[in-house]
């Protein structure tokens, strides 16, 4: 489990300025997500994604689309 860093998620929610919260809607209200969920909504293979959480060797062009990737996931 990945704990979900979404600008303004908090334990799943996002609070506004007016006093109440909405549910993030990159985790859905989890407050983290696992490998699998994350490799389902970029359309990547589990394995690359393992090899960046674990800091391995990886190509330039790889790695440049993976963060574009996770980027817009999360914005």
Request: overall charge positive; glycine content about 10%.
């Given at each position: 489990?990945?704990?979900?860093?979404?600008?303004?998620?908090?334990r799943?929610?996002?609070?506004?300025?007016?006093?109440?919260?909405?549910?993030c809607?990159?985790?859905?209200?989890?407050g983290?997500?696992?490998v699998?969920?994350?490799?389902r909504r970029?359309?990547?293979n589990?394995g690359?994604i393992?090899?960046?959480?674990?800091?391995?060797k990886?190509?330039?062009?790889?790695?440049f689309?993976?963060?574009?990737?996770?980027?817009?996931?999360?914005?």
């Open positions: 489990m990945i704990r979900c860093d979404a600008p303004g998620c908090v799943g929610l996002v609070h506004r300025a007016e006093g109440w919260a909405d549910p809607s990159v985790c859905k209200g989890a983290e997500l696992t699998a969920e994350i490799c970029i359309d990547e589990e690359t393992a090899r960046l959480i674990r800091g391995r990886m190509r330039s062009r790889t790695l689309r993976l963060a574009g990737k996770l980027a817009e996931l999360c914005t």
